[in-house]
């Protein structure tokens, strides 16, 4: 039977159905019609967002939560441009995502036609891979490549460009006809390791990355948090990887991120055996490659990670390998479960380094007793409030600023949270995020945080919530401020304040005019039942919480901050 030549664009959009795809994000645009006209009867929801930022984020959310690289979908030019915030984002973050967008067609490029970029060269750095399908005989070809690339060693962003004259070809041509698995990596064997860690006197094992969504992915992780708790084994996690691990477990120390804590300072520094199991070993897990020495670290440096360019790029070690993470933790777990074969069968012994383990475990505890803030809402009695009402399967996204110490830090991630941040840094991600965490689990309680400049930066898409019916709970932690650059003003201008401080638009009239129930929050106590109403809303909410200014971090305010930079340029000068 010979089947009737297809337009390219239907082409592209078989071959998402194939790879299981059910839900792309983008905003419409001209310079991909075809595609929008090929999603029209396919089955696939098109989810049309307000800005293709925040469809970016969104789709970066999406692939972070399924494992399937989310798609987003822009048009040339201006499209693209607002999209690369998601992009840099996806490579952070190590996620996997494709961006599909719209170029001028085939006989104007290299003019600098209406909206023409060279997306090779604007993407290049920071995506994975960008292509050009300029053939709609290689369609699935290549959408295929970039499913492949998005999925394989560390995941991350691939951009696809379509010019638009290619999209409404016809072809011969077939689609994919299964699904784009990433190649299986053999997993190192982990026993050796797992002896090394059992006979180390400061071990530590260091978790983070992307491409934990394979099957059995999480549940492995969680096997191995208990084993390790089990032996006395101490795991820290990367910076936003919070949830990798069930914090309530005494292996667990907390997180190798921003404003790290001493106690996990002290852990990465100190470990005379450091297994790092999928860290790429940024400047925040390093707290700014001053944790390990380079390129020659003094700790027994063993790094395991899914992709060789992560491998020996800083640090040299000769204990590193390419390896499967999820089957690699299986193995590791096994090895430490074998350590018990000679005293009680499926036990592990006790480590020889479980009382330093037990000792960063109680400092882990200690972060959680703060000093009262100063004025306006304690967001220490915020977290406890959220800690004993946010569900069991609760998600919580946040974008970046301080206000995003208080989600990192004070909130213990059980086995089915999931946390949604931004490791690039990237303002207003956390209200995309939350309406993709709803579209996908409508039935969870969603939560994001969101600081009153970072809201602003993608407010936009509370339209993209309601049209969706995926409205989350929406914290607006307002202090009037960039209360992150007004720290760092304080700290090396102290005094000397510019350009930090924000005027507010009225938060309530802004949550209900999307739909949404609203609130204002001014004294701790009201808090409690305020989220309550909030996460029995069926329209989701908006709490605005009214903190001071001088509480930027959760143990010095702005003035003693200052006072200490007053104090140290007087001592200088003297």
């Known amino acids: 039977m010979t089947v009737p030549p297809r337009r390219a664009a239907d082409i592209l959009v078989a071959c998402l159905r194939v790879q299981g795809i059910e839900t792309v994000f983008g905003v419409p645009g001209e310079s991909y019609l075809a595609v929008l006209d090929a999603l029209h009867d396919s089955g696939i929801a098109f989810v049309p967002n307000r800005q293709e930022g925040g469809a970016a984020f969104m789709a970066e959310a999406w692939g972070k939560l399924t494992g399937q690289p989310g798609i987003c979908f822009v048009t040339r030019g201006p499209g693209a441009t607002n999209a690369a915030i998601g992009v840099h984002t996806a490579r952070q973050n ?7 967008v719209g170029q001028v067609a085939r006989d104007m490029r290299g003019r600098e036609a209406f909206q023409e970029i060279d997306y090779r060269a604007m993407f290049g750095p920071v995506a994975k891979a960008v292509f050009e399908i300029d053939d709609p005989d290689r369609v699935a070809e290549l959408v295929g490549r970039a499913m492949a690339a998005a999925l394989s060693g560390r995941p ?36 050796a390791d797992a002896e090394a860690l059992m006979a180390a006197e400061r071990p530590l094992i260091l978790i983070g990355g992307g491409g934990w969504e394979v099957p059995g992915g999480r549940g492995v992780l969680s096997a191995l948090a208990t084993v390790a708790a089990e032996a006395g084994l101490p795991i820290a996690v990367g910076f936003r990887r919070q949830d990798l691990i069930d914090n309530t477990l005494s292996s667990y120390i907390g997180d190798a991120g921003v404003g790290m804590a001493a106690h996990v300072k002290r852990a990465i520094r100190e470990a005379d055996v450091l297994l790092a199991l999928n860290i790429r070993f940024g400047e925040t897990e390093t707290d700014g490659y001053t944790l390990l020495d380079v390129p020659q670290p003094k700790q027994r440096l063993i790094h395991v990670h899914a992709d060789a360019g992560e491998l020996l790029k800083i640090f040299q070690t000769p204990e590193a390998a390419v390896a499967d993470p999820a089957g690699y933790a299986g193995h590791l777990m096994r090895g430490i479960m074998a350590t018990g074969a000679e005293s009680t069968p499926g036990v592990p012994a006790r480590a020889r380094g479980a009382n330093w383990a037990a000792d960063l475990r109680a400092a882990f505890d200690a972060t959680f007793t703060l000093p009262a803030q100063p004025t306006g809402v304690d967001m220490g009695a915020v977290m406890q409030v959220i800690r004993e009402h946010l569900p069991a399967d609760g998600i919580i996204t946040t974008g970046a600023g301080n206000f995003a110490i208080w989600p990192a830090r004070l909130f213990l991630y059980g086995p089915e949270h999931r946390l949604l941040a931004p490791q690039s840094g990237a303002m207003g991600y956390g209200l995309p995020a939350a309406i993709a965490a709803k579209l996908r689990h409508p039935g969870r309680a969603v939560v994001c945080f969101a600081g009153d400049g970072d809201i602003q930066m993608t407010m936009q898409e509370l339209g993209t919530a309601m049209q969706a019916g995926a409205q989350p709970v929406v914290l607006v932690i307002n202090n009037g401020s960039y209360g992150t650059i007004r720290m760092h003003q304080e700290r090396h201008y102290p005094g000397r304040v510019s350009a930090t401080r924000i005027e507010n638009p009225d938060y309530l009239a802004i949550g209900r005019a999307y739909g949404m129930a609203a609130a204002r929050v001014e004294r701790t106590e009201d808090f409690a039942p305020a989220l309550q109403a909030a996460l029995a809303s069926p329209s989701g909410a908006l709490i605005e919480l009214v903190i001071s200014t001088e509480a930027l971090t959760p143990r010095e305010t702005l003035s003693e901050m200052r006072d200490k930079a007053l104090a140290r340029a007087a001592s200088g000068a003297g």
């Open 94 to 100: 190590s996620t996997p995502m494709i961006l599909f």
């Open 156 to 191: 991350g962003p691939v951009v696809v460009s379509l010019p638009e004259d290619m999209l409404t070809e016809h072809t011969d041509a077939a689609p994919l006809s299964r699904p784009v698995t990433p190649p299986f990596q053999s997993p190192k064997e982990g026993h």
